[in-house]
């Protein structure tokens, strides 16, 4: 993963209380993750950040626009996407794991905060299981064309198709014509 700066919160010169931090998400961030299921989107990021002496408690709003395929016609197409998540993170005295998904921990001597991982994580579980251009609304159709040719594909009628175009007694035909 490429280090996301604009992404880490300095949150040790904060003082005690709640902070708005605003981040923007284009297709670079999704660049940054090699496995993204998601590989480009426009979302905008509003994180609440409530400094505590013991730990942070993060209010993350993202929303906006995912880029995703159609899985019947392999178009892609904008799926709207908004998401409240909160997230906790508790200083701890060494990089201890956290049992709960809820909290992270961070070594007491981290002074920043990147949030870029908690935004990916959050993004990619949103992604739909089934995607289709029908599920963005009725203005969106399947790419008729496409899947006609998916079809053809699918059942070995495209290969069978390429086989009479090789043939020259086929060509010799199609002059006739
Ligand atoms: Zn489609």
Redesign the pocket.
């Known amino acids: 993963m490429k280090a996301l700066k604009q992404f880490s919160i300095p949150f040790t010169g904060l003082k005690l209380g709640k902070h708005q931090f605003e981040f923007d998400i284009d297709k670079s961030f999704f660049d940054a993750f090699e496995y993204s299921l998601v590989k480009n989107g426009a979302l905008k990021v509003e994180v609440e950040l409530d400094k505590q002496e013991t730990m942070l408690i993060l209010n993350f709003h993202i929303f906006g626009t995912i880029q995703l395929n159609?899985?019947?016609?392999?178009?892609e197409?904008a799926q709207p996407i908004d998401i409240t998540e909160r997230q906790i993170v508790k200083f701890a005295e060494d990089d201890l794991e956290s049992d709960d998904l809820e909290i992270i921990m961070l070594n007491k001597k981290e002074s920043a905060l990147d949030v870029s991982e908690i935004i990916y994580e959050l993004i990619n579980v949103s992604v739909p299981y089934i995607n289709?251009?029908?599920q963005v609304g009725q203005t969106?159709?399947?790419?008729p064309e496409?899947?006609a040719k998916l079809e053809k594909l699918a059942s070995g009628s495209a290969e069978q198709e390429e086989e009479q175009n090789d043939d020259p007694r086929w060509a010799a035909l199609k002059k006739l014509k």
């Open positions: 159609c899985d019947k016609c392999l178009a197409f289709t251009c029908q969106v159709k399947c790419d496409m899947i």
